[in-house]
């Protein structure tokens, strides 16, 4: 499949993920890369994976961070011995805009050089309904249709996503859960004649264009990090839900970038940190907790690392998720005293850990995290090897989540002007049963009335 085909479509025909037939080794490059600002990074990375050229990487690339409040998109933070990679300063304050500012430029270049239009149907728990509305938001010949469940996601992510007055954005509340959003999508998704009248796109993290976009971080603060240690090579710390994001890593990684260690950090939602250390990957009850965009028991992403795992047998990849799917656990075969993977290891925090990293991180150093960063940090805080390096990626702005942050350290102090301005502005959704009936009639009047 051609690069385009593949970020248009999503997912394969067989409902499978995509991944890139080739992983390109960079290590001759290394040492240019390391002089490129984050932009012109971007553009070598995203060139290099696709069929676009240089130039129009570069026009991309500048499109889509220039509504980052940091000149060089991402910031780092020395924060005691660990370097906070701090992702969040597009404009909805979370990693994902990195990801999605991307993809809605790359949606609107392709709409436009194919004609037609795009219909993006998208469920949330919270951070990527924004981000997505975020990226599409007045874009000719597209429009985005958010699903989020009604009374389930923080005041301050539902504003972000209803006060967005343009036309092309449309915001629903249903009666349920979370994966009850994300059923009515899929089933919405698998009914391909409605899918093909209706030209519906998905931003979700199974679109490769969001994992490429990701890439470029390693690249950046390992980069970076050497050059202030003066060492070879970084390990990573990344808090986890769908896996999208830490393999991210795993492909810079095998790309050729010396990254010493990839450390996953989850939630009391823990499948993925346990499958790390015992080669199962068993699925578990999903647990509420304060870093709820990591409140997932299973990681969309973890398909296509485990593409890799099994030594890039597509068929294997086949059975093992069948085998899932079917009695809710798989195992991987491994040699006697190896680890699971040699590059991966994790840990997990608990909610009273998360509450007390905030709390003494804020004390002891006056930096506020957020619940998805402390819940990294306090994994990187328990790694051996001090010495080391260490990059933790902070993938949400603190003021996000200030209700949490409250409790962490006594007071309201997360805020973020941003946020504020929201409060008082109206907000648009329509609330809807728990119904693909509906959602799809939705939808469909919604597209006739204009
Ligand atoms: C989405 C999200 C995550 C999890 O990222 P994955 O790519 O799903 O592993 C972590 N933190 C925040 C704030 C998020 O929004």
Known sequence: MSFKDTVMSGLAADGGLLLPDEIPDVSDRLADWQKLTYRELATEIIALYSSISSKDAAALVHRSYSAFSEPEVVRMVAVGDLQILELFHGPTLSFKDIALQFLGNLFEALVEERGGELNIVVATSGDTGSAAIHGVRGRENMRIFVLHPHGRVSPSQRRQMTTVSNENVFN???????????????????????????????????????????????????FRTMESTGLEGARFVVPTGNFGDIFAGYLARKMGLPVTRLVLATNENDILSRFFESGTYALGEVHTTISPSMDIQVASNFERYLYYRLNGDPAA?????????????????????????????????????????????????????????????????SLEGAGEPTICLATAHPAKFSESIG??????????????????????????????????????ESLSAG
């Open 172 to 222: 629903v509340a249903i009666d349920g859960t979370f994966d009850d959003c994300q059923g009515i999508v899929k089933s919405i998704f698998t009914d391909l004649p409605f899918k093909t009248r209706y030209s519906l796109g998905a931003v979700n993290s199974i679109n490769w264009a969001r994992i490429l976009a990701q890439i470029v971080y390693y690249f950046f603060a390992a």
């Open 317 to 381: 990849v086949g059975r093992a998720m069948a085998q899932f799917r079917d009695s809710g656990s798989m195992t991987v075969e491994r040699q006697a005293g190896e680890p699971v993977d040699e590059w991966i290891s994790s840990g997990s925090a608990d909610t009273q850990q998360t509450l007390e990293v905030i709390r003494s991180t804020y004390k002891d150093h006056g930096y506020l995290l957020d619940p998805h960063s402390a819940v990294g940090v306090h994994v990187a805080l």
């Open 407 to 444: 409790r962490a350290v006594g007071s309201k102090v997360a805020r973020h002007e941003m946020l504020d301005r929201l409060t008082d502005m109206p907000e648009q959704f329509t609330v809807l049963p728990s119904s693909l009936v509906a959602v799809r009639g939705w939808i469909e």
